[in-house]
């Protein structure tokens, strides 16, 4: 079944403890992105991959990081959480497709989330 | 800058009443535009798009340039489409971005 799996999908953990919330996609897709989900604001995404080896911030990369090992895997990396990170995270996945504008692609998959809370 | 506008943070209708979830964007270049889908306890999903032009699970969204709008529709909503509605623009910058809206609850009584 093709499907984008983050782990875990619940974590509570301290201001200060280095965290990584992990995900796999099992569809050989290009591109990988992390976005955040919070009330009145929606999702804007953090940092996205275009590649293996290929990463880029998005709209909100404060206090994250993130890597692109392997086709599969985009984990996302918390240094140093604060409680402003408390959050709902997604990954999303999808195919690039080099058309007419580079990176044209079709439409993006996402993980069943992870909700993150700092204390 | 592009922004996608979703106005209601909650719609509640009864079963059988017609729905209309609404999006407003604002974008300079030319607009691809979804709607996404989140099911209680689950993960968001594609539910169409407006180069498409199809409908599905009875839902239908077009795109109006004049307006900026791509509202999402249903003659007749179930209990079962209750859930949170996002509206997303894809922004090309010459790689993918999806500019979402902050969501729509859509919540459909018996």
């Known amino acids: 079944e093709a499907q984008v799996t983050q782990n875990p999908r619940y974590l509570i953990t301290v201001t200060g403890k280095k965290l990584t919330v992990t995900c796999s996609q099992n569809m050989n ?10 009330p009145g604001l929606g999702l804007r995404q953090i940092y996205y991959s275009m590649n293996v080896e290929v990463t880029d911030k998005g709209d909100v990369p404060e206090g994250y990081k993130v890597s692109r090992k392997e086709k599969r895997n985009f984990p996302l990396i918390l240094e140093s959480p604060s409680p402003n990170q408390t959050s709902l995270y997604f990954c999303a996945s999808s195919f690039l497709i080099r058309g ?8 993006a998959f996402f993980g069943q989330g992870t909700r993150l809370t700092v204390v | ?31 691809e535009l979804f709607w996404y889908v989140q099911y209680s306890r689950q993960r968001l ?3 169409l798009r407006h180069i498409s032009r199809e409908s599905i699970k009875g839902f239908t969204a077009d795109l109006n340039k004049g307006e900026t709008s791509f509202h999402l529709k249903k003659p007749f909503a179930q209990e079962e489409d209750s859930a949170m509605y996002y509206c997303a623009l894809k922004v090309n910058t010459g790689f993918q971005k999806l500019v979402f809206g902050t969501g729509t609850r859509l919540l459909v009584s018996p």
């Open chain 1, 29 to 38: 897709h290009e591109y990988m992105s992390w976005y955040r989900q919070d």
């Open chain 2, 45 to 47: 999903q594609l539910l």
């Open chain 2, 1 to 31: 800058a592009q922004r996608v506008t979703q106005p209601e943070k909650l719609l509640s209708v009864f079963k059988g009443a017609p729905v209309e979830l609404k999006c407003n964007y604002s974008y300079s270049g030319s607009p």
């Open chain 1, 100 to 107: 007419g504008l580079r990176g044209l692609n079709t439409e």
